[in-house]
């Protein structure tokens, strides 16, 4: 399945729910650790994921609010391993966590939260009962 703009930095998803990132020189900032962007990425997109299974099937979030706190850094060849915690979801917002943690070490390197506005996904459409009854 395609994924964007994870595709774009190498990210994928596992089949439990997770990214998984190696960094490579393209991911680099100029200190030569993964760029702060990388992490905030995929903080987002894996609050995203985890909030977007707890909601109907063809909602639509979008993230309002994002905050990320950076604990160690990354490095060439470090593999990432991200996971999700869904804290609150409603009709119209969702709360979700976010944590990076390097495989080799267990080592955190970023948490994150993440809040999204939910659109639910489209009613159905009833124009061939209305059709027949003249009725919505």
């Given at each position: 399945m395609k994924e964007g703009f994870l595709d774009l930095i190498g990210a994928t998803r596992t089949a439990s729910g997770q990214l998984r990132l190696t960094?490579?020189?393209?991911l680099l900032?100029?200190?030569g650790t993964m760029h702060g962007g990388v992490s905030a990425t995929?903080?987002?997109t894996a609050a995203g994921f985890g909030a977007r299974s707890s909601l109907p099937a063809g909602s639509i979030l979008s993230t309002i609010q994002l905050s990320v706190m950076?604990?160690?850094p990354a490095r060439v060849g470090d593999v990432i391993v991200t996971t999700s915690e869904t804290l609150?979801?409603?009709?119209r917002h969702a709360l979700a966590t976010a944590t990076?943690?390097?495989?080799s070490d267990g080592a955190v390197l970023a948490h994150g939260d993440a809040s999204f506005a939910v659109k639910p996904p489209a009613a159905p459409n009833n124009s061939s009962a209305q059709q027949r009854t003249g009725h919505p």
């Open positions: 960094v490579t020189e393209q900032n100029a200190n995929l903080v987002d950076y604990v160690a609150h979801v409603s009709v990076l943690v390097r495989e």
